[in-house]
């Protein structure tokens, strides 16, 4: 049987047909993978275009839990870049 879906090769479900990957597919591995690498979900659901964020987050293969510590994580790694004096305490004044 030929299908117009692209094939992996050399990954294969259970029975042993190839995998095939629909193109909404990749859509679904795009928001799963920016979210888990911190991309808030509001940003992910604007660039999918959807119109509620409980389409984008359906979307994604993981729960809320790790969407908050994947972005806290996120959030860790690129404090850790800026200079330390930008996290000083606030004088009064300000």
């Known amino acids: 049987m030929t299908s117009s879906f692209p094939v992996v090769h050399g990954l294969c479900v259970p029975p042993g047909d190839p995998l ?3 193109a909404h597919d990749f859509r679904r591995i795009f928001v799963t993978d920016a ?3 911190g991309l808030p979900p509001h940003i992910a659901q604007i660039i999918c275009g959807h119109k509620t964020i409980d389409t984008t987050m359906s979307y994604k293969a993981v729960y809320p839990a790790e969407t908050i ?3 806290r994580a996120f959030i ?3 404090r850790a870049t800026r200079p ?3 996290y000083r305490t606030p004088t009064d004044a300000e």
């Open 84 to 86: 330390s004096e930008e």
């Open 20 to 22: 095939r990957f629909q």
């Open 69 to 71: 510590e994947a972005h």
């Open 76 to 78: 860790a790694r690129r």
């Open 35 to 37: 979210i888990l690498n």
